[in-house]
């Protein structure tokens, strides 16, 4: 079964530091892709950066990257020089074949980043 | 503009009152879904559909029901609300078998009362 966790609820950053959010998930598949979004306070859910599982290189995205460490089945968002329009709540999401089947999704981590 | 809108953006109705939602996507997508965010932020799918055809139906109520008339719209009825489907639900697209390019719409929250 599929099953995501973010144990952090709340983070803060000063701007320009950088932050990392952490993830875990549990699959049983080999492949798999996951997913991080942000919610605005609006609840509009804009999308950041994804990893597919056959690849090892951590994905890199302007000031996104992820960490990935498949064996541990653990994956970090890393946002480098944070500012305040950063904060908002980042969620990590699994998506597993068949694909355009669904999203399970972590409870998120909610940012707060001071100027 | 290319995006996923919903509308209304917000609800306020009564228990046992039927409210529908719509959602459109203009991005060419063939995959439509419809989530419900819980007042924790917990996020859960609720419908799937493909082309037009349902393809899931996580364990939901049965007084909720998906509605397509084509591959671009798929609205969400719901049929004698109650308390408990306060949240915000969110219509999401993706083309499928690529599925990277998931989108989702701004979100409608309902508050029954």
């Known amino acids: 079964a599929q099953r995501v966790t973010q144990v952090q609820p709340t983070g803060s950053s000063q701007w320009g530091e950088e932050v990392t959010l952490d993830c875990s998930y549990e699959t049983s598949e080999y492949f798999y892709r996951i997913f991080w979004y942000r919610q605005l306070f609006s609840g509009e859910m804009v999308f950041l950066i994804y990893?597919?599982?056959?690849?090892?290189q951590n994905q890199r995205s302007g000031r996104y990257s992820v960490v990935f460490q498949k064996s541990f089945k653990s994956i970090s968002l890393v946002i480098s020089a944070s500012q305040p329009e950063d904060s908002g709540t980042y969620f990590c999401a699994l998506s597993e074949p068949p694909w355009g089947y669904k999203l399970t999704f972590g409870t998120g981590t909610s940012l707060l980043v001071d100027p | 503009e290319t995006a996923v809108f919903q509308t209304p953006n917000y609800h306020v109705t009564q228990v046992g009152n039927e409210v529908s939602f719509n959602c459109k996507q203009t991005l060419g997508h063939d995959t439509m879904y419809w989530y419900k965010q819980d007042s924790k932020k917990l996020l859960k799918i609720m419908f799937s559909?493909?082309?037009?055809?349902?393809?899931v139906n996580e364990t939901v109520p049965r007084r909720f029901s998906p509605q397509s008339s084509d591959k671009a719209h798929l609205n969400l009825r719901i049929k004698s609300v109650e308390p408990e489907d306060s949240a915000v639900y969110l219509c999401?697209?993706?083309?499928?078998?690529?599925?990277?390019?998931?989108?989702f719409g701004s979100g409608t929250r309902l508050l029954v009362i």
């Open positions: 559909y493909n082309n037009k055809q349902l393809i």
């Open positions: 990893q597919p599982s056959f690849d090892t």
């Open positions: 999401a697209s993706s083309s499928g078998t690529a599925n990277s390019d998931y989108t």
